[in-house]
């Protein structure tokens, strides 16, 4: 099984980025998604995660045991289903790159290198203080 790096991550989101464009905003109001972001919808890839996957060669209605369809939960999916598959510091930019989409980010600015790390170090700081 192939265990995906924070760097081939990050090179699959550009991609993803490039196709839709950078100014896109996922709206998890669209199409009967009821306010809910979804890793995938209607048959395709939904959520700017569902597509970085389906890149890299995920069949996110299969793998994800039908969790693509639902609302999301970062640390159920990423835990059951993700963890072996990628680094910490992969699942980490996915997470973060979500929380901003989450947030209504456009996904040109979800990638953009400042905003990960300093989203990654202020949620790092976080639980330190707690």
Known sequence: MTVFSAQRVYEAMKQVVQEAGPDFVYDKNAC????????????????????????????????????????????????????????DNALAIMQTAQLLQDKGTSWGNCIEIENLTSHMIQKNVDQIID
């Open 32 to 87: 009967g998604r009821d306010g809910s972001c979804r890793y995938y919808w209607r048959d395709q890839p939904d959520c700017l995660i569902g597509k970085v996957l389906a890149k890299l060669g995920i069949d996110v209605k299969t793998e994800l045991e039908g969790v693509g369809q639902r609302p999301y939960d970062w640390r159920r999916t990423s835990r059951q289903y993700l963890a072996e598959r990628f680094t």
